[in-house]
């Protein structure tokens, strides 16, 4: 694995209103792996990504991706560096189709090159193909999802954010979710994770980094930590 880090978060500040999130985090992700943040509800996680991807203006620190400063870009820009963000809240066209909602991932690419991209996400999603004319809102929210990640890898992103991938999904649906994951970490996507499922956030990370009130205050590599995740658990909660 190349050593440099490929996203370099340093004293990194963001706040809502008056109200301070995240307080002097710092963390590197490296090329090809996947680092999933850890911690109890309000310590920064979601906070951390939509720094990352610029939906949220840090008060102060850095976000270093690929050697550039993106602190403070608007989310295209962001977006235009490569970084793509699956979000809580999945955040698509209901009344569009799956492939209108998938097309939109990949708008500033044209011609053969989308329609070799799509024809690459329903080989990964092939139920997405099945129902690729249907209104998204008439998807399950594990289909929903699938057209979430789907959309985001429409881009061919250099950076993979996912917020909470699992979320409210059915455990067969979180099992689908985790296979993807899988595959996507076999390809070399660099991904950094949110997530509460802890049997998905620790099969999918190769490291972890554990959030309290919007500080770093513990983390490692995740096989070094096979058979302790209760240690684990004890440091986000307690």
Not at 6 to 21: F, M, S
Not at 95 to 104: G, I, M, P, T, W
Not at 113 to 138: D, H, N, V
Not at 181 to 186: F, G, H, Q, R, V
């Amino acid at each position: 694995m190349p050593d440099k880090p490929l996203l370099e978060i340093r004293d990194l500040h963001v706040g809502y209103g008056k109200k301070p999130i995240l307080r002097g985090a710092s963390y590197d992700v490296m090329p090809g792996e996947c680092l999933t943040l850890l911690g109890a509800n309000g310590s920064g996680k979601s906070t951390s990504l939509n720094a990352v991807c610029g939906f949220v203006r840090p008060s102060s620190g850095s976000v270093m991706f690929d050697g550039t400063e993106t602190a403070g870009l608007p989310p295209h820009r962001i977006f235009a560096h490569g970084i793509a963000q699956v979000s809580q809240a999945r955040d698509l066209f209901p009344d569009l189709s799956v492939e209108d909602n998938l097309r939109l991932g990949a708008m500033r690419r044209g011609g053969r090159e989308l329609s070799q991209t799509l024809e690459g996400i329903y080989a990964r999603f092939p139920r997405l193909k099945e129902r690729r004319r249907q209104p998204t809102r008439t998807l399950s929210g594990g289909e929903q999802q699938m057209v979430a990640i789907g959309r985001a890898l429409m881009s061919r992103p250099r950076l993979l954010l996912l917020d909470e991938p699992s979320g409210g999904l059915s455990p067969q649906f979180c099992e689908e979710i985790a296979q993807i994951i899988d595959a996507l970490k076999l390809e070399g996507v660099t991904m950094l994770m949110v997530e509460q499922n802890l049997n998905l956030a620790f099969r999918a990370a190769d490291r972890f980094i554990v959030l309290r009130d919007g500080q770093v205050v513990d983390g490692g590599d995740v096989r070094a930590m096979a058979g302790d995740h209760d240690a684990i658990v004890r440091n986000i909660y307690l």
